[in-house]
């Protein structure tokens, strides 16, 4: 069986845990910018969280602004370099919590900008605490029992506030086939095209697994995904303009 080269722009080994979401992402987004040919018209801006370690591995501009902080960090490096692709790869924990305002506000504005947030359920990096993104019954290392709504309030699906934005494009995917590898690359091409068209504002949200945080093995994390995360999540595109 013919094996896929892996993309020129991966320098190291990546040194994610085994199993880890993000790792399918970098190959999936590495992929996409060496075939749109467009690796040193992109600047990454990378959220603190385990993501952030691309840089590690993979040869491209990259920056790392202030927790969470990514929707202003996007705006500021599009208006000063509105020739390049201006991208970010950032956690469900910074997108939605410290960074809820910085994101809503960038699509708010319809900034020119791409985000692609991994959504893994918890903070990663910090040790599995609860996300708003933390499904209700979901154990974590700070609810230990589940989140529950008296305590914890309900989990926070950000797609319930965006879908009734004026932005360019608004999708969510997963990582867990071949097919859902194939629509999660179809969708991160399509939102770097919005901004090559100057339509504003896209985010690509990305079911990943953690099976660290999450105490599953690699596979059982997957179908986790299948059979829980994306019935809470649904997967699909939202906005497309
Ligand atoms: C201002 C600030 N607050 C808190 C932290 C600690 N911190 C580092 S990463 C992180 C959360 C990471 O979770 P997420 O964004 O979901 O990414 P993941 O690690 O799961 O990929 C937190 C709270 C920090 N670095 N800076
Ligand atoms: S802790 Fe979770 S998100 Fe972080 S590298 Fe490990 S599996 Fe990935």
Known sequence: MATKKA??????????????????????????????DIVSDTIICSDIGCNHQFQFWMNVDAIVPPHGKMGAALTAMKRVRPDKNILTIAGDGGAYAIGLGETTSAALRNENVTMFVMNNTVFGMT???????????????????????????????????????????????????????????????????????????????????????????????????DEVVSKVYELGEVIDR
């Not at 320098?11 to 970098?26: K, L, T, V």
């Not at 991160?188 to 093995?217: D, Y």
Request: charged share 20%; proline share 5%; glycine share 10%.
């Open 7 to 36: 993309p020129e722009l991966f320098y190291d080994e990546s040194r994610f845990c085994g199993g880890c979401g993000h790792g399918i992402f970098n190959r999936i987004l590495a992929e996409v910018l060496e075939e749109m």
């Open 127 to 225: 040790g599995g605490q609860l996300a708003p993104t933390t499904m209700i019954g979901q154990k974590t290392a700070s609810t230990p029992a589940g989140r529950n709504f008296v305590d914890n309030g309900e989990n926070t699906d950000v797609f319930k506030l965006m879908k009734g934005m004026d932005i360019a494009y608004l999708a969510r995917t997963s990582v867990t086939s071949p097919a859902n590898i194939n629509r999660t690359k179809k969708a991160v091409r399509k939102a770097i095209e919005k901004q090559q068209a100057g339509k504003g504002f896209s985010l690509v949200e990305v079911l990943v697994p953690c099976p660290t945080n999450w105490h599953m093995s690699p596979v059982d994390s997957m179908k986790h995904i």
